[in-house]
């Protein structure tokens, strides 16, 4: 067999061979920041930074301005998110904030959302009910 067929068999091989597709993500195995935020003004206000998390590790604060993650504008939290969840543990998270009158920019490896974190006290029934 020639070196034309034998890649030409190659090539078709390949061809045939299916691209797994990314898995859906559950919850958890979605990308995790490790913050929590308002919408306020003309920004996203940190308003809490857990401990033990990527933000805490990456020197986020309380009161610094979300302005862009991987370089998309923020217009309100409503886009934070996604924006962060939609990446996987692991991967680069590309931060602009602003902090005072200086804007820093940010490269975070983000975690992977604890299980503690999907219990929300403010949903939690009172003694009272």
């Known amino acids: 067999m020639s070196m034309g067929v034998i890649s030409l ?33 003309d920004g996203v206000v940190i308003t809490a930074v857990m401990p033990n998390t990527a933000a805490r590790r990456s020197g986020l604060r309380e009161g610094d301005v979300l302005k862009r993650i991987n370089g998309t504008a923020l217009g309100n939290g409503v886009e934070v998110v996604p924006l962060i969840s939609g990446r996987r543990p692991g991967s680069q998270l590309f931060l602009e904030v602003r902090r005072g009158e200086k804007t820093i920019k940010m490269n975070i490896m983000i975690g992977t959302r604890p299980e503690e974190a999907d219990i929300n006290p403010t949903l939690l029934p009172d003694d009272d009910d």
Do not use: E
């Open 9 to 41: 068999l190659l090539l078709s091989a390949i061809g045939h061979v299916p691209v797994p597709s990314d898995p859906t993500p559950d919850f958890r195995g979605k990308g995790y920041l490790g913050v929590q935020f308002s919408q306020q003004g």
